[in-house]
């Protein structure tokens, strides 16, 4: 059977609905959890939106993100994980004792992230198709191809997640089917101008930001003859700005727009032993996935990420550069 089939057989005969996002909540999981959250209700389920982490500031211009819980509901028919097919990004779920009630019951996978493939043990059944350019695309092909309902707000979320992963429709895995869906969201009546001013209006800098951000660009080292740009983030850092601002994507951009880079990289050091890196790269350079899968973790060729735990961040930081150094050296050759 087909997994349109078996989504279709699910959903229809389920009642109480889990959506749940990783541990990496963006723009795009929690469009897509939104998007789902509504297109749901109106087919008359009861739909619920989970996850481990805290919405992060800049994604609260989307109405609807204070209704994600922390916690599973005591009971439910099934779960739907939207934008990750990687057990590693449901740690939090996978630690707590709610993970035995999410593997009892049917679960579906929606997600973009095609380089990987999903080792999600529990997963029932996995769409991952990577011609999709963020998860809330997936969401509205599939919508359309089930006849499920898709209102306004379903339709707003899903663009908001399309214009989040795309880069605002400019990045590489962009597609003809990207523009036809925003096309489609427009002619159907969304307003792209009024998403644009909520977005802006809550992903302006604080002032200490600003000052926060010139430090960043001073400490930026630009590697294996400026191809690569590499910030370390340490945890005194995190715990300062992180709850007004990520500084990732703070930087990352810049970096990218500097002459020569190919290839940025910012770790984050935590205290407790844990290393993060975001992964962000140029065309033509795709090599994120493959840099992140070297340390076990995974995204797509252009934006990617992986985290360690326990392992000096020196270690680290020097094999991140070493293998990114042969990766761009193999691009040459
Ligand atoms: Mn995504």
């Known amino acids: ?58 994604l609260k211009y989307m109405q609807g993100w204070d209704r994600v819980n922390k916690e599973l509901p005591v ?67 599939l919508s359309k191809e089930l006849g499920w309902p898709l209102g306004i707000p379903a339709q707003e979320f899903i663009m908001s997640s399309i214009l989040a992963d795309s880069l605002g429709l400019a990045s590489e895995n962009t597609t003809a089917n990207t523009y036809r869906v925003m096309g489609e969201l427009v002619d159907n009546g969304v307003n792209r101008p009024k998403l644009e001013e909520l977005r802006r209006a809550l992903t302006k800098m604080p002032v200490p930001i600003l000052r926060y951000k010139a430090e960043l660009i001073q400490r930026a080292e630009l590697l294996a003859d400026g191809a690569l740009a590499v910030i370390v983030i340490p945890q005194k850092e995190i715990t300062e700005f992180s709850p007004m601002y990520n500084p990732a994507p703070l930087i990352q951009n810049d970096l990218l727009q500097t002459e020569g880079v190919k290839i940025s990289v910012v770790i984050k050091s935590y205290d407790n032993g844990r290393i993060t890196a ?40 020097s094999e991140c550069i070493s293998y990114a150094n042969q990766l761009l050296q193999n691009l040459n050759t």
């Open 1 to 58: 059977m087909n997994e349109v089939k078996q989504v279709k057989d699910l959903v229809g005969e389920a009642k109480k609905i889990v959506i749940i996002q990783a541990d990496n909540p963006d723009a795009d999981s929690l469009g897509s959890a939104l998007a789902l959250e509504s297109i749901l209700g109106d087919a008359g389920k009861e739909p619920f939106m989970y996850c481990a982490l805290d919405m992060p500031e800049y």
């Open 75 to 141: 009971s439910f028919d099934m779960s739907i994980i939207v934008d990750t097919s990687t057990i590693t990004l449901l740690e939090k779920l996978d630690a707590s004792a709610q993970r035995a009630l999410v593997v009892k019951k049917p679960c579906i996978v929606l997600d973009h992230h095609a380089d990987v493939p999903c080792d999600i043990p529990y997963a029932t059944v996995v769409i991952n198709d990577g011609a999709k350019v963020s998860t809330g695309e997936l969401i509205y092909s």
């Open 278 to 317: 975001a992964i962000r790269c140029n065309n033509p350079a795709p090599i994120g996935a493959e840099l992140a899968k070297h340390f076990g973790g995974g995204g797509h060729a252009y934006a990617a990420g992986f985290k360690t735990e326990g392992k000096p961040l020196n270690e680290i930081k």
